[in-house]
T-cell receptor, first 108, second 113 residues
Framework: RKEVEQDPGPFNVPEGATVAFNCTYS??????FFWYRQDCRKEPKLLMS???SGNEDGRFTAQLNRASQYISLLIRDSKLSDSATYLC?????????FGSGTKLNVKP | DGGITQSPKYLFRKEGQNVTLSCEQN?????MYWYRQDPGQGLRLIYY???????QKGDIAEGYSVSREKKESFPLTVTSAQKNPTAFYLC????????????FGPGTRLTVL
């Protein structure tokens, strides 16, 4: 079983839509959680850390559900510029595990 | 501006040749990492270093070597022993190993001809 699993998508949504991604992790001892954004042929960039109480940064909301071992990312009012691949990253026993990413296409 | 630089951006290599990919950071981070990314796949850890003069193998270290003689620099050598080296190579650093979020360089795209 993979440490981190994501739906690869693609998610095709119109501008202005709300879209949500989930990511599941296998180890209940995982310590920290992050969402990264990766544009085509570029490096991953940190979007936000995910805290137990949930956190929001503008149009982006991240949540953690330890009981069910998943994290989520909600994007409101999607922009064309949100089109990218979103990587879920989990830190377990001081090692980072990356999901293979969920691709988002925002259409005009 | 603080950041991570990688060079070259694109690299072409003939089979049987060793090549070295450069990674430099001026963020004063202790930990540095090398990952490989293949199309449609997640990042896989090649090597990491928690501190100067120390490094450990990651999940796919075979056919690769590294050094960490300076805090700022963590070069990766792809040797001829690496069976399928064509990939996108990403270097990352974090303030502390296994604790803080990682920041990535722009990557090197290696193609073996």
């Amino acid at each position: 079983r993979k440490e981190v699993e994501q739906d690869p998508g693609p998610f095709n949504v119109p501008e202005g839509a709300t879209v949500a991604f989930n990511c599941t992790y296998s180890n209940s001892a995982s310590q920290s959680f992050f969402w990264y954004r990766q544009d085509c042929r570029k490096e991953p960039k940190l979007l936000m850390s995910v805290y137990s109480s949930g956190n929001e940064d503008g149009r982006f909301t991240a949540q953690l559900n330890r009981a069910s071992q998943y994290i989520s990312l909600l994007i409101r009012d999607s922009k064309l510029s949100d089109s990218a691949t979103y990587l879920c990253v989990v830190l377990t026993f001081n090692k980072f595990y990356f999901g293979s990413g969920t691709k988002l296409n925002v259409k005009p | 501006d603080g950041g991570i630089t990688q060079s070259p951006k694109y690299l072409f290599r003939k089979e049987g040749q060793n090549v070295t990919l450069s990674c430099e950071q001026n963020l004063n981070h202790d930990a540095m990492y090398w990952y490989r990314q293949d199309p449609g796949q997640g990042l896989r850890l090649i090597y990491y270093s928690q501190i100067v003069n120390d490094f450990q193998k990651g999940d796919i270290a075979e056919g690769y070597s590294v050094s960490r003689e300076k805090k700022e620099s963590f070069p990766l050598t792809v040797t001829s022993a690496q069976k399928n080296p064509t990939a996108f190579y990403l270097c990352a650093s974090s303030k502390r190993s296994g604790v803080d979020e990682q920041f990535f360089g722009p990557g090197t795209r290696l193609t073996v001809l």
